[in-house]
């Protein structure tokens, strides 16, 4: 029994080995190994292969990102003549927008925008009193300082929008800016 066991590990030991003693024209005494092949994948490799390749791809999902930034000046010529297909969204909490929104702008807090996402647009619709805005339609977040609105372009990202815009100046800098125009 013992014999047997000695003489299968002794060989799955050989069968295993990706390389081979080289002998000929080698001077008594030196051994050289040389590389025969690469040993075939396995079942177990492959899985961990595609493991790490669903890994890798959730991972560039998860990596921060940044949005395009959207500056005052460019903001305020869409705030005059807003179109069907931008949306301008405020991510304050409603008691923040109690002091004010820019105009045209939507309130979705960033505390429930991950889930509104998912949601049917016909349930959203009620939630949120507007229209849930498609994948291809332009997003541009804004929040009181800029923080906010950076996370929020992240959760949209990772929820397939592809259009996306922070207006990384925010409401403190809508209201300063505004002020000086007036």
């Known amino acids: 029994m013992f014999r047997t066991v000695v003489v299968r590990s002794t060989r799955s030991l050989a069968q295993r080995s990706a390389y ?8 008594l005494g030196q051994v050289r190994f040389e590389t025969t092949s690469i040993p075939p994948k396995s079942p177990l490799s492959q899985a961990h292969q595609r493991l790490k390749e669903a890994r890798e791809k959730n991972d560039d999902l998860q990596r921060d990102w940044d949005a395009k930034e959207l500056l005052y000046a460019e903001l305020k010529p869409r705030t005059e003549n807003p179109t069907p297909n931008t949306f301008l969204i405020d991510v304050r909490e409603p008691d923040e927008v109690i002091q004010g929104m820019i105009p045209s702008a939507v309130n979705l807090p960033l505390s429930v925008l991950g889930n509104s ?11 949120h009193g507007f229209e849930k805005p498609t994948k291809d ?4 977040f804004y ?6 609105s950076a996370s929020a372009s992240d959760i949209a990202k990772r929820n397939g929008y592809k259009n996306i815009l922070n207006y990384k100046g925010s409401w403190l ?3 300063e800016k505004e002020n000086k125009v007036t």
């Open 173 to 175: 800098e809508w209201v």
């Open 20 to 27: 081979r003693l080289v002998s000929s024209k080698i001077p």
């Open 137 to 140: 339609q332009e997003l541009i």
């Open 143 to 148: 929040c009181r300082s800029g923080k906010r």
């Open 117 to 127: 996402l998912h949601l049917h647009h016909v349930a959203f619709k009620e939630k």
